[in-house]
């Protein structure tokens, strides 16, 4: 390098970075060819940060605005001053500068399906995806923990760590949001606001943050799914019977659309099968296969009879049927103020308060027949 390429690297004195990409995060100040001069000026634009790095240390972070580098705790000398090193300083200084604003349509995803218990369908495995944005919140942090000494730092390069840290607490945030499986979808604002809480803390320590997450969606396994679509299908069916009807207009209309080969008749025989085969089943089952007559039903179970308790003097005495208690009551031994108990009932309450037992005190012989 000639002298006068030396000097010319010597009156370069401004120091800014303008980014035309969407994924850079940050980008270190190239230094090669020319040394960073006493009283150089450094610009910061709006939605960026500076970290001056001075012999593999932080040294300070600079805000948007015009700096001026001539203070004495800002240890940047020009080569100028050190000819007998050879024209080469022996301090070091770096200054990095990190885009601070928000990263958005980042994608994440579940690779297989996370487990997850539901109220409804037990055990059942979901798949989530859906975008999310990152934005640097303490640039010296990020530089220290993530960035390292890279001289152009993406955002491909930190997208995968965090979607690991997503799918990894989306199940555990399914699990404590207490939304149902069929609810979810209607919930997804929510949930993703509830899952980027989760992630904000672990996230913080890397110096970003999470200002958006969102679940564009969350599916079932296949078969659930089938299940899901057969019960709806029933519901929207409706009765069998017009069900069956329109089923055969149906397949009337399209078999006399079909030319050759019988296609009409071959439809109206089948539909034809088909609604003998729903008038009977409507005669004899209803509509939901339920019978009309009970010739061939089976009698219903026997009604089971309750067992009641009572309390006596701080003790509970019992089992004993309802005839049983009805002749203690004749004896006097059950009266309408006594406390009784079943299955059943929330509490001890009195004889007098339940209809089936006050029935016992009200029941009097006919009049004696004359003699």
Request: charged share 20%.
């Amino acid at each position: 390098m000639g002298i006068l390429d030396f000097i010319t690297g010597e009156l370069i004195d401004v120091i800014h970075w303008t980014d035309d990409s969407d994924d850079t995060m940050v980008w270190r100040f190239e230094r090669e060819g020319h040394e960073i001069k006493y009283g150089a000026k450094l610009t910061v634009r709006e939605g960026q940060a500076a970290v001056f790095v001075h012999e593999g240390q932080i040294a300070d972070v600079f805000s948007p605005g015009l700096y001026m580098l001539e203070t004495n705790n800002m240890p940047i000398l020009t080569t100028l001053n050190y000819w007998d090193h050879g024209f080469k300083s022996p301090f070091k200084s770096e200054i990095y500068f990190v885009n601070t604003t928000r990263f958005s349509d980042l994608k994440w995803g579940t690779k297989n399906p996370v487990m997850c218990r539901d109220g409804e369908f037990g055990p059942v495995r979901l798949r989530a995806y859906g975008t999310y944005e990152v934005k640097v919140s303490d640039p010296a942090r990020f530089l220290t923990e993530i960035v390292g000494t890279d001289g152009e730092f993406t955002t491909d390069e930190i997208s995968y760590q965090i979607r690991n840290i997503i799918v990894s607490r989306f199940s555990s945030a399914i699990a404590t949001s207490g939304i149902p499986v069929l609810d979810m979808a209607a919930n997804t604002p929510e949930l993703g606001k509830h899952l980027a809480q989760r992630i904000a803390p672990e996230i913080a320590e890397y110096g970003i943050e999470l200002p958006n997450l969102f679940i564009e969606n969350i599916s079932l396994p296949d078969a659930v799914e089938a299940a899901l679509d057969k019960r709806t299908s029933m519901g929207i069916v409706g009765d069998l019977r017009t069900f069956t009807q329109y089923s055969t207009a149906e397949a009337l209309t399209t078999g006399a659309a079909t030319p050759g080969n019988g296609g009409g008749l071959a439809a109206g025989m089948g539909a034809g099968m088909g609604m003998a085969m729903a008038g009977q089943m409507a005669q004899n089952h209803g509509p939901w296969g339920a019978r009309a007559d009970n010739a061939y039903m089976p009698p219903p179970p026997p009604p089971v009879e309750k067992v009641w308790h009572i309390a006596d003097n701080g003790k509970t005495k019992g089992p004993y049927a309802r005839a049983e208690l009805g002749r203690m009551a004749e004896e006097g031994k059950l009266k309408r103020d006594t406390f009784v108990w079943t299955v059943g009932l929330d509490g001890w309450k009195t004889a007098a308060e339940l209809d089936e037992l006050a029935q016992l005190f009200t029941i009097m012989p006919p009049p004696a027949p004359k003699g």
